[in-house]
């Protein structure tokens, strides 16, 4: 069961995927319902895309806001019809039910062997005998139940958390049950499946009442919000992302060469990212013992991953003209290479011809990677390989870390480039000296470091090369920047945005130059009190891995002093760098023609004492649109979902917890809007957020904690760093937000553009070229047919060559019903052009888990109340796939699921 709030859609399909392969490989079975019992709240994505579009009928779980189940109760609404897409709506509909009893037996009827409840004792000789009591009570608790579900069928869920240790115990008096129950007449009892449930229910021909969005956030009580993981463990969270565009890399560069290429391949980096997903990991629930564990097969699945991407990319820069006319997904290369034409110039350690080899630097956060920093001889330069995993182009900056000041940058044609150089500041210096040792086992041993910032254009699924060398003369030489400690700028400045600072260096005034929109913006940090669950105020629930519960409203700020700004001037990028406590770090950027603001984040040691509960710590950016208490967040990553603070659509809420009440799980992005004015906020990993004051945004960027909240951890979210035993200190989380400001009609263009470049950065590979080595064969390389790009609002999620050779496609609609005038329609993608001159033999198109063929999915059908409006009736969707097709319509909000053979 993976997690619905801290997980990416993507990560999700993967996750899913991966098991339904499992069970079709052993078993041959499709699944027909979702079981996410678990999962802390429950996302509109889970409904419409792991549920219909997988092709499940029905979806069970137990966890639902103690108020909404309330109600349901009373309403006979525990089961109903869920559409979780405005867009897709009707189409992608699906039977949903809330468990009775969360995922127990019914009061008084738990057998397992640790129970308190009596057993059927059936021999009428024994004093104990108490059969009749056991049947009675069955009856009175099936009739309370049937009084809260529609149709004359319910579901029991004999069990619970680490029962059936002794299964025998709990079968024999099941067995006991349905004998005597179906003996005494009154309810018919059998064993039975959630397949079989959902087809009676169908049959019942009884009407239902409609759910539209999500259930979060979820509260079990009135002060215990389990809003407070969606923040826990932020780094974690952070490199779960980062590796899931990893292996959308990976994948595609392993599909370039040839799955049997190299001896490694990226399955390792696949299980790992679909453990992760789960409930108690990517959420941050999960015991620090765990999450190191959980890291560790992260990092070895990475390190396989990059062995094949490093091989491919050595491949396909191969200094050979033969190679360079025939390096596309014409013919898979690994096929190529094992025929007599090409054996005279594969790479070294294939043939004997000597190849670039290549290597990644993983720690580029912190501004640590030996390859790009090693001094430059003469006649040697640093080839930087840039690969793009989207289909479109991109012109994007990029940043290095060099330890030279006198650097020229070329690009593949070998001219020169404009470029920047900027200092590294010194919390970063000092991050670098603390992990990398960490992490390494070895001190960073450059310290005089620089940033070297230039602009590269790198084409669709493909990559583009740039070399850098030591520069003798002014002509082509980095530009040193401007630095101005202690200093603050009144205006920064990019081609499409101003921004406007006060003498004291806070940020003032955000300008869109290109709609001419202004609005006021300030950031601050601050922290919340974590109640200790002690105290009679705190009611015995404390803030924990799971639950955010704050000691009060106020939120105080990280330090009483000056906040202290320095200023970077340059020729591509302007920098102000903030401190605002000693713990407390950021920096904001504006790139020369960048239409948003970019900030990064260092937040950490949280300082704490053995006295405190603990700290939470947010950003809070405040503008002056006048929201009125609206605000949109994603859907993991996919729809934008309205928000209302202290309101829900289902039921009148009880706003007992003002601030964690009012969070929700932000995997892209959150926004406010006034009139045709959007302020928006894109995240780079999963993050938990709110507005909780008219024009503000607030988003937590770390916890640390010294107590447990009583939900299954049993320890407290306090994560440090060790050098050695004798040597640790509380974790430093660094993440980045995008701040745009922008006209209705251009924020989603925005949002869902940039959203897919900030999930998918240019993966850098790094070699050395010297004069005797020669040049690169294959400088620029694009998968698809010359000139060839997807359309602006169709984004691949997954290219994965499977076992036989065969291609797994996804191809998904980045936007919304009316979210945009010119992208929220239907798009046609000529499937041919994607793989450029390699001949696409046949496609067919799957469901969404790609466990069988759309078209053989038959999903049932239900009745809504006749007083429900189904608002969304009007649906647009692409027709499927017929064979001999090579072009896919694809409706906003669809993904089309396709396995490709090819000639």
Known sequence: MHDEAGASYIDMIDQTTLGHRFIKSQFNKMPRIGWQIDPFGHSAVQAYLLGAEVGFDGLFFARADYQDIAKRRATRGMEFVWQGSRTLSSSSQIFGGILANHYSPPEGMNFDFKSNDPLIQDNPLLYDYNLQERIDLFVKRAQEQSEQFRSNHIMWTMGQDFNYEQANTWFKQLDKLVHYMNKDGRINVFYSTPSIYVDSKNTANITWPLKTEDFFPYANCSHCYWTGYFSSRLALKGYVRRLSAYLMAARQLEFAVGRNFSADNTDSLEDALAILQHHDAVTGTEQQHVANDYAKRLATGASKAAKVMEVAISVLTASSSALNTATNWFVPIWERLTSSKYLSVLPKGISGRSALSFDQCLLLNISYCPPSEAQLEDGTSLVVVLYNTLGWSRKEMVRIPVSSTRLQVRDSTGNAIPSQLIPLDSVTKKLKEIYVKAYTGNSSSNDDVYTLVFKASVPPLGFNSYFISASNGAHGCASLSSFKNHESPREVFSSKTKLKFSSSGQLQQFTDRKSGIVSAVKLSYCWYNSSDGVTEEARGQSSGA????????????????????????????????????????????????????????????????????????????????????????????????????????????????????????????????????????????????????????????????????????????????????????????????????????????????????????????????????????????????????????????????????????????????????????????????????????????????????????????WQLDPNVEDAAAVHVRGPLLKPGDRHIDIAPMEIRTLLVTFG
């Open 546 to 861: 799971y639950v955010f519960r704050p000691n009060s409203s106020s939120c105080y700020p990280v330090d009483s002093k000056e906040m202290v700004s320095s200023y970077i001037k340059g020729s591509l990028v302007e920098e102000v760098h903030q401190t605002f406590s000693s713990w407390v770090f950021q920096v904001l950027r504006l790139y020369k023609d960048a239409q948003y603001a970019e900030i990064e984040y260092t937040i950490g040691p949280v300082p704490v004492n053995s006295s405190d509960a603990g700290k939470e710590i947010v950003t809070r950016i405040s503008t002056d649109l006048e929201s009125e208490k609206i605000f949109y967040t994603d859907s993991n990553g996919r729809d934008f979902l309205k928000r209302v603070r202290d309101f829900r659509s289902d039921w009148e809420l009880n706003a007992t917890e003002p601030i964690s009440g009012n969070y929700y799980p932000i995997n892209l992005g959150i926004y406010l809007q006034e009139n045709n004015t959007e302020f928006s906020v894109l995240v780079d990993r999963a993050i938990g957020g709110s507005s909780l004051k008219d024009g503000d945004v607030e988003l937590m960027v770390q916890r640390r904690l010294l107590h447990d909240d009583h939900r299954g951890v049993q320890e407290a979210l306090n994560e440090t760093i060790c050098i050695d035993s004798n040597e640790c200190e509380g974790l430093t989380v660094r993440g980045k937000f995008l701040l745009g400001l922008h006209s209705t009609q251009e924020s989603a263009r925005w949002r869902r553009n940039q959203g897919q470049r900030l999930y998918s950065p240019l993966e850098m590979f790094f070699s050395k070229l010297s004069s005797s080595t020669g040049k690169i064969g294959n400088p620029t390389f694009s998968a698809t047919e010359s000139g060839y790009e997807l359309p602006q609002n169709i984004a691949i999620i997954t290219l994965q060559e499977m076992q036989n050779g065969d291609v797994l496609l996804r191809l998904a609609h980045l936007y919304e019903a009316g979210e945009d005038i010119e992208l929220s329609t239907v798009v046609r993608v000529d499937l041919q052009k994607i793989f450029g001159l390699r001949q696409v033999a046949s496609v067919v198109e799957l469901n969404l888990s790609a466990n069988q063929e759309r078209a053989s999915m038959k999903p049932l059908q």
